[in-house]
Every structure is written in C-alpha cells, then in structure tokens.
C-alpha cells in the first residue's frame, strides 16, 4: 500500500472503500438475520465505511492523525445515536416497555 493518498490511484480508493462497505454490510446482514438488538445492515456498513475513510485520510501528507480519529469517534457516535433513536431502543425504549402502571 502506498505511503500517502496522493501516491493511490482512485480505483484503488474506491477499492478499499467499496470491499469495505461490502464487509460491513455483510457483517450488518449477519446481524440482522440472528436478530440482534447490536446493529443492522446500514450501522455497520456506515460504520466500516467511515472506518475505511478515516484510514484513508491518515495516509494524508498533513499530519491530521488525531484529529480523524476524533473526528471519526463522533461521527460513529452520531450514528449509533441516530440509529437507536430511529429503531426506538435503548435505555428509554427497554426501561418503560414492560413495567406496570404506575397510577
């Protein structure tokens, strides 16, 4: 693998980027097929596909290092969030689903 972005081709890039949305949503398919509450097709997908990205932009000539991987932590962060508030799980959705009345 080259030393910086600049020396790939953009084949190459959208190679690595392509085998790994395609491992994501493999993983995400698997997820969804046993039934876990974890993850699905599209959070681990979006997940391997901004894993693969910021890999990509560490090999920039700048030195960006910390600031992708933070960048990257929040942006997974944002997801997780977006996705649990989409499909209504999490501490909220568990805690009040099986209770008894309270008055």
Do not use: H, Y
Not at 17 to 45: C, D, N
Not at 50 to 73: E, F, I, N, R, S
């Amino acid at each position: 693998m080259p030393d910086t972005l600049e020396e790939m081709d953009v084949a190459d890039i959208f190679a690595s980027l392509i085998i790994a949305l395609g491992l994501g949503l493999l993983v995400g398919l698997q997820r969804e097929r046993t039934k876990s509450r974890l993850g699905g097709i599209r959070t681990f997908g979006l997940v391997t596909l901004l894993g693969a990205l910021c890999a990509l932009l560490t090999l920039q000539p700048v030195d960006l290092g910390g600031w992708v991987v933070g960048a990257g932590m929040l942006a997974l962060a944002a997801v997780i969030v977006s996705e649990n508030r989409a499909t209504g799980s999490g501490a909220e959705a568990s805690s009040g689903s099986g209770g008894s009345g309270g008055s």
